[in-house]
């Protein structure tokens, strides 16, 4: 759950320990810039593509240490097809992107509209490749980045809700096609990354779980120099993480008390569904600049 602290002034990659992505020297093509063809989904476009799609799972790989104004994304995308040789699109915005490879095969430059990827003469089973250089957020949609003015320390993090995880990896970005997460962060080496599920590699290069099948809207990143707070529930992780410069508000009495409340509505719902929390951790943030009064996404 990320919640905002709107009182405080100014608050409104699968990779070995080198990067994955390619170095600053220009690639052996030009990247695909699109121009905007469609930049809408709309209802019928996403009935068909449902019914064209299946068994959807993301291998998503981020390099959030390349500086200021942009990061890299990777992704692969494994999915099935209902009909030999049916089309569909993958939806993204990215200042450019590339190389495109879709079932061992490049793409060309037309492939890419400037917020889809075309896919043509699908087979039943199908492995799709994306590199992009995607652009940080201002203004608290796809990868939200924060400055703290106190000390200068960055924060991210993502917010999709209703369509904008196309802003930060390829994806078939509609709710119906739920999808398998398996993501892998590259930080700078003083932050904390937080997904959807525990960590199985720390970082600088911080590797995920895979998660059960969930929408893009809820994939979830947030990443920083966080101040954390770790408890446990039983076998559950738990976790409070406040930015740095307003570590102290979070210590002591009201964290626990935080704990204490967190652990008795875990109890309670169990109770009152029949059943445990479904998800592998649970992790509480209080971000900054965040333009709702709350948002839930699984397990963050």
């Known amino acids: 759950m990320r919640l905002p602290l709107t009182e405080v002034a100014g608050a409104r990659p699968f990779v070995s320990a080198t990067s994955p992505f390619p170095p600053a020297a220009p690639p052996p093509d ?6 905007i063809q469609a930049d809408v989904l709309t209802r019928a476009e996403a009935r068909v593509r449902a019914s064209t799609v299946r068994d959807v799972r993301y291998q998503i790989e981020l390099d959030l240490d390349r500086g200021a104004d942009e990061f890299a994304s990777r992704t692969t995308l494994h999915f099935s097809c209902r009909d030999e040789g049916a089309e569909t699109f993958v939806d993204l915005r990215a200042h450019a992107v590339g190389p495109v490879v879709l079932n061992g095969s490049r793409l060309g430059p037309d492939c890419y509209d400037g917020s889809r990827i075309r896919l043509t003469g699908l087979r039943r089973d199908n492995v799709l490749v994306v590199g992009a250089r ?5 203004t608290g949609t796809g990868l939200h980045r924060f400055v703290d003015p106190v000390d200068g320390r960055v924060y991210v993090y993502t917010q999709f809700q209703p369509f904008d995880a196309r802003r930060v990896f390829a994806c078939f970005d509609q709710p119906d096609l739920k999808a398998r997460v398996e993501l892998s962060v590259r930080t700078p080496p003083d932050w904390t990354a937080v997904g959807n599920a525990e960590v199985v590699e720390p970082g600088p290069r911080w590797r995920f779980a895979p998660t059960p099948p969930i929408p893009t809207y809820v994939t979830s990143v947030v990443a920083g120099p966080y101040h954390r707070i770790r408890e446990r529930h039983g076998t559950l992780p738990l976790g409070l993480y406040l930015r740095q410069s307003l570590a102290e508000r979070l210590d002591g009495e009201q964290a626990a008390e935080m704990i204490a409340l967190t652990r008795a509505g875990l109890d309670h719902f169990a109770d009152m569904f029949g059943r445990p929390y ?11 600049e965040f333009a709702m009064a709350r948002w839930r996404t699984s397990g963050a």
């Open 30 to 35: 030009p990247p695909m810039v699109g121009v």
């Open 134 to 138: 995607c652009a940080y957020s201002r």
């Open 278 to 288: 479904p998800f592998d951790a649970y992790h509480q943030l209080f971000v900054p």
